[in-house]
């Protein structure tokens, strides 16, 4: 916010013009709100905020706490710790007063796990992804995007004024097409894991196209990180691309991870790059300490417990499994995400309301959120769920299942 003049007098003091005193308070400018939420009532796509309260007596199959980290003792613990020797609040952006010993911490020993040269913590994952992407376009740049993105992607996209060109999902032939005859500079930019289905983009080919082509390639590894890859570490480690000089990936410390944050790995000179260019990093402040020593206990937890994330997808093979031999029409998952289609919006509501009264919390993805226009409860297959536990759980979202 712009500073006052030293000799300008304090706003409470200057004194409302006329205009200011007389004009007649109206709602009617907002009247346009209620058409809409009539519309979303009208079409079953209200949305309404839950507060849960600390200790649920639900089922968790909602939530993105892959590995059951977000309550370990261990990472609560550390994050309390985090609180008390450095205080709530980071205090300020990470270039004023937000930057300290553990931030830089967890982003060494993330950088290391992961297989790149160096990291950047941000506040949010949605953050980190408008970092790297406004900062490493410009208005010269094609961006190729798939259409399956996540909504920070394609509001990184926006947000860069680069032309975007939207490809079919997961389709490097469609990559290739779109890069053919641009001369300057390009970056494609795909989920790791699509948020919505739980499929895996095609890294390798990804790659491929990019490099036939002189592109680098930007990776959402939100969903991928502590689920694919050895011990781990990731969708783009177990495609080989870590630490490849022209991939740059995002993750989030919200998810696998337990805690809150985001953050973006590559080559040292991207990050020394973002640090100086991202705005979303620059003007932000920091994260907060608790959720970087919750996030780098839960790092040091993966590392020695990598079966972990080995659990995590059985389970979500097994719900795959066991909800299409019920006749479900699930997709087949890549990660820890399971996807089941619902016949219409209302009916993913209504079928997500009685699984809730059942004693389970199932996501429920409606348009926007879904691309294809399709509804879905979206399950989360955790690490930490016992075999009993997926039994509850396959029983009650088959007996709950609407008709036809």
């Known amino acids: 916010m712009p500073q006052e003049s030293a000799t300008a007098p304090p706003r409470d003091a200057i004194a409302p013009g006329p205009a200011a005193s007389v004009r007649p308070v109206s709602g009617a400018a907002f009247d346009w709100i209620d058409a809409a939420h009539d519309h979303r009532r009208r079409a079953g796509l209200v949305r ?28 609560t613990d550390a994050a309390a710790r985090a609180a008390r020797q450095w205080g709530a609040g980071a205090t300020g952006s990470r270039l004023v007063t937000g930057s300290t010993e553990l931030h830089a911490q967890l982003e060494a020993e993330l950088a290391a796990f992961c297989g790149f040269e160096a990291a950047l913590v941000l506040s949010s994952g949605y953050a980190a992804n408008l970092a790297a992407v406004t900062a490493l376009t410009d208005r010269t740049t094609l961006l190729v995007s798939d259409a399956g993105n996540h909504a920070s992607l394609i509001d990184g996209c926006r947000l860069s004024r680069a032309r975007t060109e939207v490809t079919p999902h997961a389709d490097p032939a469609a990559v290739r097409a779109a890069l053919d005859g641009h001369r300057g500079r390009a970056l494609a930019v795909t989920d790791s894991v699509f948020s919505v289905d739980g499929d895996a983009a095609p890294l390798g080919a990804l790659a491929a196209a990019c490099r036939a082509h002189g592109a680098a390639l930007l990776v959402d590894d939100a969903h991928g990180l502590g689920v694919l890859g050895d011990g781990g570490r990731g969708a783009v480690a177990a495609a080989g691309l870590a630490g490849d000089a022209d991939v740059v990936t995002t993750v989030t410390l919200s998810k696998a991870l337990g805690s809150q944050g985001g953050a973006v790995l590559g080559p040292a000179r991207v990050i020394e790059h973002l640090v100086n260019t991202a705005r979303s990093f620059i003007f932000d402040t920091g994260l907060a300490p608790a959720a970087a020593g ?39 998952p890549d990660a820890a995400v399971v996807s089941v289609q619902a016949p219409s919006p209302q009916q993913a509501v209504r079928w997500a309301a009685d699984c809730r009264e059942a004693g389970l919390a199932v996501g429920c993805f409606r348009p926007p959120s879904v691309p294809d226009g399709i509804s879905r409860l979206r399950l989360t297959a955790r690490g930490d769920l016992t075999d009993d536990q997926v039994d509850t759980a396959v029983g009650v979202i088959i007996a709950t299942a609407p008709a036809g």
Request: glycine letters at 6%; proline letters at 7%.
């Open 294 to 332: 919750g996030a780098l206990a839960a790092l040091r937890l993966l590392r020695r417990e990598p079966q972990r994330s080995r659990r995590a997808r059985e389970v979500a093979a097994a719900l795959h499994t066991r909800l299409t031999a019920a006749g479900l029409s699930a997709v087949r």
């Open 48 to 75: 309404t905020l839950r507060p849960r309260p600390a200790a649920s007596p639900l089922l968790d199959l909602a939530g993105n706490d892959y590995l059951g980290l977000a309550r370990h003792p261990e990472v």
